[in-house]
């Protein structure tokens, strides 16, 4: 999967995320509580658990390397094919 595939996908996950207890799918960590008030990501429009909203900060800093979207938990976890 390419970066602007993987964009596609998580744009289209963040309409479809559940409005509690998501599944941050940078980390592929469980967050309790309400979806919204975590943290909206920097790189697509679905949001993040707040310890992947600091790293994106940092990143954009351009304090840490950053983590290209194809290797985010929901997508280089996931088994499914893409057609190139
Ligand atoms: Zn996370």
Redesign the pocket.
Known sequence: MTNEQAKKYLDWLGQNQPEEDMI??????R?EGKTATHALSRYANVM??D???GIEALEQAGLVPAKPLKDW?VISSATWEVRE
């Open positions: 941050c799918p940078r980390c592929g960590e967050v993040v658990c310890h992947c909203g938990a």
